[in-house]
């Protein structure tokens, strides 16, 4: 073979190389209050260590609007969401960070159509929050965590994303019929016009791993446990996932997960909530394996 011919037939390997093993695309959604460019830091992790990776970050329900109900930022969403996945034939992989994880949970959940490999949610109130923080206090300044029931557990506070996942361990009955999204999407709701979904498992079970990240120096999430579907009792106790009665009778397929082992669970201290997404020894050991 002369030096041309061999020198084009190792290009078309090497591109055939990165064709088969190129990374899947990945789809970030932001937390409360942020937007796209907040997340640039995680943006920068990806493409420096899988170059080449298409990110797509979600560039709505920024600021203001990411207190606008779940379920409507969902129905948005899966418009964004549906086309990227159609063009991915090998899947995508999805990151939510804080109310994203949530949000991004809701995804998995209820698109029948997803083909998300990798679920990471990066210290997400995948349980629900119970606790003051700074944004709660920015909107009701003197409210306390006890009196917010009264607040979100309405027809009104169901019109802020906060109050569909708000989780107030001492009015679960309330909780259990007010709580649009949280309690819809662990099937703990009363609603009478509700009824769980089948699907609702089975799309969570297409899923190739779960990997649910959060720390003890958080700061936000409360329970931070929360973040990995820990939740509180009503001794504001922490009742870790695998004691929740969502787990043991494996409402969303969470026991099953685990028992194949894709349900994956990283904890690390020393990071506040607000770092997460900035802090690459959190993604190097978190994250980075679960995007190939
Ligand atoms: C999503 O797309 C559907 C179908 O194109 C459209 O009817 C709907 O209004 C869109 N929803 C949002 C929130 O953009
Ligand atoms: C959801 O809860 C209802 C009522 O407790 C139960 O009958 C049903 O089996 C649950 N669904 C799943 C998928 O576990
Ligand atoms: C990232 O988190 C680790 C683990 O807690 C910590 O030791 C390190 O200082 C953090 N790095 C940055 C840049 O915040």
């Not at 306390?144 to 906060?162: A, D, M, P, V």
Request: glycine share 8%; with cysteine; charged share 20%.
């Amino acid at each position: 073979m002369s030096t041309w011919a061999s020198l084009i037939s190792t290009v078309l390997l090497v591109c055939q190389a990165i064709k088969t093993f190129g990374y899947k695309p990945v789809i970030v959604v932001h937390g409360i209050l942020d937007d796209a460019k907040d997340l640039s830091d995680l943006r920068g992790f990806i493409t420096k260590h899988h170059p080449g990776t298409e990110v797509h970050t979600l560039d709505f329900f920024d600021h203001y609007h990411s207190f606008i109900p779940l379920w409507d930022q969902l129905d948005k969403i899966r418009n964004f969401t549906t086309p990227l996945m159609q063009k991915a034939k090998d899947g995508v992989h999805l990151i939510g960070y804080s109310q994203g994880g949530i949000i991004g949970r809701g995804l998995v959940q209820t698109d029948s159509n997803h083909n998300i490999h990798n679920f990471i949610a990066l210290s997400s109130p995948l349980n629900g929050q119970f606790g003051d923080t700074s944004f709660i206090n920015w909107l009701f300044p003197s409210a306390l965590k006890e009196e917010l029931y009264k607040i979100f557990y309405t027809h009104y506070g169901q019109l802020w994303s906060i109050g569909n996942y708000w989780k107030d361990p001492h009015h679960s009955k309330m909780y259990r019929q007010y709580s649009d999204y949280l309690a819809a999407l662990n099937n703990e709701s009363i609603k009478e016009d509700f009824k769980f979904p089948p699907a609702w498992k089975k799309n969570v079970l297409r899923l190739k791993n779960m990997m649910l990240i959060g720390g003890p120096d958080d700061g936000v999430i409360a329970p931070w446990q929360s973040a990995q579907f820990g939740c509180f009792d009503e001794n504001e106790q922490v009742v870790p996932m695998r004691k929740l009665d969502m787990y043991q009778s494996d409402n969303i397929g969470l026991k099953t997960l685990d028992q194949t082992g894709r349900l994956h669970e990283c904890t690390i201290s020393g990071v506040h909530h607000t770092s997460w997404h900035k802090n690459e020894t959190v993604f190097l050991k978190c994250i980075e394996p679960l995007l190939t």
